[in-house]
């Protein structure tokens, strides 16, 4: 239920999924049975570089996210059956 919200909070926003491996946090929770997921804040260049750059453009859509992700989580929304 919480990967299914997020994904239909992310269609209007216009954010496109991308299902590409995450960190090593992601996987422990799910490791142990608790539902994750990575939300990205925004986009960004020269990942772990020292020019490394982040665009503060889509951080209004990354913020949206988040919060109506939390307001799912915080209503019930992303609950097992």
Known sequence: PLVRNVRSLMKPL???PRMTP???????FI???IPAVTLGMTKGNGLNEPDERLQIKP???GLALLIGTLLAIDGGHCDES
Do not use: A, N
Not at 22 to 28: F, R
């Open 59 to 61: 951080m209004s859509r």
């Open 31 to 33: 490791d142990c049975g």
């Open 14 to 16: 216009r954010v496109k």
């Open 22 to 28: 995450s960190t090593s946090e992601l996987t422990t």
